[in-house]
């Protein structure tokens, strides 16, 4: 019997420490510490996990390269370049748990959720030298998803290492 009750607490603890945890719409970065990213020129996308969209693909990628451009890093051949560049997307859609209104069905609000990882690696070794991760709502309509990437990929390669305060 105690152990079926403290299996029973142990599950409890689990749910409501899950259950008490707020999803966080923002950014997130980890760098390599030992790389000089003022010596990175070059890039060469790889492929990744895209979006299903043609047209969002394109944005992603014209938006990223933007961002590398503005770093003074320039595209090149695969194989002659200082690291290589991968995203991968996700969509999900979340329910707003602290929302009063219910539907028809008597069910909460919900919304749809992006994320998307860029990730900037050593060629050959493909060790992880930069890493963004946002996590943000979206709303589907097309121009508005444009202006969503843009912002976001901003915001992820304002964290860049090489970056200076106030310059974009």
Same mark, same amino acid.
């Given at each position: 019997?105690?152990?079926?009750? =403290?299996? /029973?607490?142990?599950? $409890? %603890? &689990?749910?409501?420490?899950?259950?008490?945890?707020?999803?966080?719409?923002? @950014? +997130?970065?980890?760098?390599?510490?030992?790389?000089?990213?003022?010596?990175?020129?070059?890039?060469?996308?790889?492929?990744?996990?895209?979006?299903?969209?043609?047209?969002?693909?394109?944005?992603?990628? =014209?938006? /990223?390269?933007?961002? $590398? %451009? &503005?770093?003074?890093?320039?595209?090149?051949?695969?194989?002659?370049?200082? @690291? +290589?560049?991968?995203?991968?997307?996700?969509?999900?859609?979340?329910?707003?748990?602290?929302?009063?209104?219910?539907?028809?069905?008597?069910?909460?609000?919900?919304?749809?959720?992006?994320?998307?990882?860029?990730?900037?690696?050593?060629?050959?070794?493909?060790?992880?030298?930069?890493?963004?991760?946002?996590?943000?709502?979206?709303?589907?309509?097309?121009?508005?998803?444009?202006?969503?990437?843009?912002?976001?990929?901003?915001?992820?390669?304002?964290?860049?290492?090489?970056?200076?305060?106030?310059?974009?």
């Amino acid at each position: 019997m105690r152990t079926l009750m =403290a299996g /029973v607490l142990v599950v $409890l %603890a &689990a749910a409501a420490a899950v259950a008490g945890q707020a999803t966080k719409y923002r @950014v +997130t970065t980890k760098v390599d510490k030992q790389t000089d990213f003022a010596r990175l020129k070059t890039y060469a996308w790889e492929p990744g996990w895209q979006a299903y969209e043609p047209a969002i693909h394109d944005h992603i990628v =014209a938006a /990223v390269e933007r961002e $590398l %451009a &503005a770093l003074g890093l320039t595209k090149a051949p695969e194989g002659a370049c200082d @690291v +290589t560049v991968v995203y991968a997307t996700l969509r999900r859609t979340d329910v707003d748990l602290k929302s009063k209104a219910r539907t028809a069905e008597g069910l909460r609000p919900t919304f749809p959720v992006a994320t998307l990882v860029v990730l900037i690696r050593e060629p050959s070794t493909h060790k992880e030298l930069f890493r963004a991760r946002v996590d943000t709502p979206i709303d589907l309509a097309p121009e508005k998803v444009n202006a969503t990437i843009d912002d976001r990929v901003a915001q992820m390669f304002a964290r860049y290492p090489t970056r200076r305060a106030g310059t974009r």
